[in-house]
């Protein structure tokens, strides 16, 4: 074949006289870094000096706080008000770039304000705390024991979370979701925490009503093994959700004894999901040891969550 030919990409002749297309030679495009997917290749590669400041905005802790605000939770909407601030303030000065989202939830009911309310992944305290503010606690009740955390688990996993880095979700509420037939959505809450354990979030969940024994006791109620979802399950009971989704996608659970537990609950599980426990324990030795305790459930939930096989169960 000429040059000329090979140039103008014109059909070659077979031998049977039949026509074949030559080839076109695509060039390699050069990498995009302003993508997301960018991230990925740069981890399979050795990171120069942009890429370097890439990974080290992508690299940090995206924490979820997810609330009911049922007329129960009340007390809890307004500890959110008057913590919210100064929460923020400790926990980005202990952890390197992190961003904070709000998920809010009731339940199906029409005469509710809303189902779910989502703030997405920010470092902007004002505008969350803004959020949290305007979001009205329902006063008016539903209509059935279980509330929208289903609608909830929807939110999590499609908020805009980092493509690299931690993700942790403190889950607080009193009542268990709907099961799929009863949610007008059809969303089932065993297929998210499913998804969610398959990008590696972690929730670390606090069980918020009454008769639920220890937190040993609560921890054991669905003892089950880290990422097991060979067994469905169904209406399990309202500290038994909690004690579950916590266990399966190797997160802490926790029951709450006084409403202000709620603030060192969210820091020991922000630190715990960004490898700061012994910073907060150093901290709480100093300002608060009647707390430490939670730090001990949080290094024994790391702890079972870093192993494999049987030994994945809760330790004792």
């Avoid at 997917?37 to 942009?50: C, E, G, H, R, W």
């Avoid at 989202?101 to 470092?123: E, N």
């Avoid at 707390?291 to 079972?304: F, P």
Wanted: aromatic fraction near 8%; glycine fraction near 6%.
């Amino acid at each position: 074949m000429s040059d000329d030919n090979k140039k103008l990409n014109l059909p070659v002749i077979k031998k049977g006289g039949d026509l074949a297309k030559q080839p076109i030679k695509k060039g390699v495009s050069t990498l995009d870094l302003s993508k997301k997917s960018s991230v990925s290749s740069i981890l399979m590669s050795k990171p120069t000096s942009i890429q370097n400041s890439i990974l080290k905005e992508e690299v940090g802790l995206d924490l979820v706080l997810v609330g009911d605000l049922t007329t129960s939770m009340t007390d809890y909407h307004k500890l959110l008000k008057d913590k919210f601030k100064v929460l923020c303030k400790e926990l980005f000065s202990m952890i390197d770039n992190m961003r904070i989202g709000i998920i809010f939830y009731l339940d199906h009911d029409s005469h509710l304000p809303y189902v779910t309310r989502v703030s997405k992944l920010s470092k902007d305290i004002e505008q969350l705390y803004h959020f949290i503010e305007s979001t009205p606690v329902s006063h008016d009740g539903n209509s059935t024991f279980d509330e929208a955390v289903e609608d909830a688990f929807n939110d999590i996993v499609n908020i805009n979370w980092r493509e690299v880095g931690t993700r942790s979700v403190v889950l607080f509420g009193d009542a268990q979701p709907h099961e799929p037939e009863e949610c007008p959505n059809r969303f089932s809450y065993f297929d998210l925490t499913k998804k969610m354990f398959q990008n590696k979030i972690v929730v670390n969940s606090v069980y918020c009503g009454k008769d639920y024994g220890s937190d040993e006791e609560l921890q054991r109620l669905e003892n089950v093994n880290v990422g097991d979802f060979s067994q469905r399950i169904y209406r399990m009971g309202h500290p038994n959700f909690y004690s579950w989704v916590a266990n399966i996608t190797g997160g802490m659970v926790l029951g709450i004894r006084n409403i202000e537990d709620l603030v060192d609950i969210i820091k020991a599980s922000a630190a715990k999901d960004s490898g700061h426990l012994d910073d907060l324990e150093k901290k709480m030795k100093a300002t608060s040891p009647s707390k430490l305790k939670l730090i001990e459930v949080a290094r024994k939930a790391e702890k079972r969550r870093k192993l494999g096989g049987d030994e994945r169960k809760m330790l004792t």
